[in-house]
Structure formats: C-alpha cells, structure tokens
C-alpha cells in the first residue's frame, strides 16, 4: 500500500507570495492532520480534515487554510508569507475510527523556505 | 499550557545499553499514548502504542509503560542500536482533546558507538 505523499518537497518563496502544499493519504485514510515543524520546535498542529470537513483547528493565524477533496486528498494554503513561515510542513493521514485511536501515518514533509 | 510534556531536549547512550526516553502528561482525559521517531527532513514515524487500560506494551526492542497515578510515561530500547539515533516524540489524544493527537517537543537520541 502506497504511503502519504506530500508534493513539492521542497519550496521557496519570497515574503507575501502565497503557496499552497498538498498531500495524498494512504488509501482508504479518511483523515488528513497539518503540523509545522520548525527548528527546535515539536510538532505544531495546524488543522485536521475528516470527509471534507475540519475537525480539529490548532493556534494558527488565518493566513493558514486547508481543504480536503471527496478523495481525501488535501491541500494547505498559506497567504502573504512571512519569513517565520519557513519550515517543514508535514501531512498526516489516520484511519481515524474507534478501532484504530488516531495512529497517524506522515508523508516526508514539504520544506518551505521564505526569503 | 504544554500538555504532553518531554522535559529532556537530548539524550546520550552507549550502543549495546538501554535507552530511556520519558515523557508527562497533564490531562487525565488522555487515553490513547503514542511514541513516533523521526529522522532529520522526514516525517515522523509510528513506534508503539498504549491504551489507558494497559500499563506495559511490547514490540521486539521497544517497551512502553505507563504509570497513570503519575502521569507518566516512558519508552525503553533494548539494545539500544546506531539506527536507533533520532528524535522521539511521544503523543497523547483522549475524548476531550476530540482525538486530536497532542504532542511533546521531542527527545534527540544519540547512540554512541
């Protein structure tokens, strides 16, 4: 079974441009989680998706925005980029029942870099 | 407020010995504890799991025990091996936190040889 793919791996951009990061869950995963990763820094969760819908929103600024298509697949934007934004951001995706209590699988990140 | 807390940044073994990385909670709502590893530029990787009703799980090298009186956890590797240096992060979700997967900063774990 294919894993989490997150495209572009890498990305850079320069402060106020846009970007926009997606990711594709292993099959048959209905949720799809965001986090940043900075250096020092754990994991800072940005939002989660369940069918199409957020379900989970961390402490981040508006700037931050995701969406999830029919087919799980997700998409995180980031408007007018500030050079804190450069990180690593990291898309996992969970089976997201009962059965399995939120073991989540990461795809290998996408590394922004704003100048 | 850090709920899930791993007070060592880093740790140093001896290849051969065993490791121990530890990790605090603070909400007694969490039920569901998880250990993930992570090598630089990739993403985490799912180690082991343990549910509230358990005190001790194990999978080949690796053990975590949860002592819930202290809010405590923790991960042993035994031997610890050089493929064993990464950072660990431990993780907790519960009904209250609606099963979103709170997270500790990490522990850098460095084997020596």
């Known amino acids: 079974k294919a894993g989490v793919t997150q495209t572009p791996r890498y990305l850079i951009k320069t402060r106020g441009q846009q970007v926009t990061l997606s990711c594709s869950p292993i099959?048959?995963?209905?949720?799809v989680s965001w986090y940043q990763q900075t250096p020092g820094q754990g994991l800072q969760f940005l939002f989660e998706?369940?069918?199409?819908?957020?379900?989970n929103k961390g402490n981040f600024p508006g700037r931050f925005s995701g969406r999830q298509f029919s087919n799980s697949r997700s998409e995180m934007n980031v408007s007018t980029l500030e050079l804190g934004d450069s990180a690593l951001y990291l898309c996992?995706?969970?089976?997201?029942?009962?059965?399995?209590?939120?073991?989540?699988?990461f795809g290998p990140g996408t590394r922004l870099t704003v100048t | 407020d850090q709920q899930v807390k791993q007070n060592s940044p880093s740790l140093s073994v001896q290849e051969g010995r065993i490791s121990i990385l530890n990790c605090d909670y603070t909400?007694?709502?969490?039920?569901?504890f998880l250990w993930y590893k992570k090598y630089p530029a990739e993403g985490p990787t799912f180690l082991i799991s343990?549910?509230?009703i358990k005190d001790k799980n194990e999978d080949g090298r690796f053990t975590v025990f949860l002592n819930k009186s202290a809010k405590h956890l923790s991960l042993h590797i035994v031997p610890s091996q050089p493929g064993d240096s990464a950072v660990y992060f431990c993780?907790?979700?519960?009904?209250?936190?609606?099963?979103?997967?709170?997270w500790g900063a990490g522990t850098k774990l460095i084997i020596k040889p």
């Open positions: 996992a995706s969970s089976l997201a029942n009962r059965g399995h209590p939120y073991e989540q699988y």
């Open positions: 099959s048959g995963h209905r949720s």
């Open positions: 998706y369940f069918s199409e819908t957020q379900r």
């Open positions: 909400n007694s709502m969490f039920d569901y």
């Open positions: 343990i549910s509230s």
């Open positions: 993780a907790a979700s519960g009904w209250d936190s609606n099963y979103q997967l709170i």
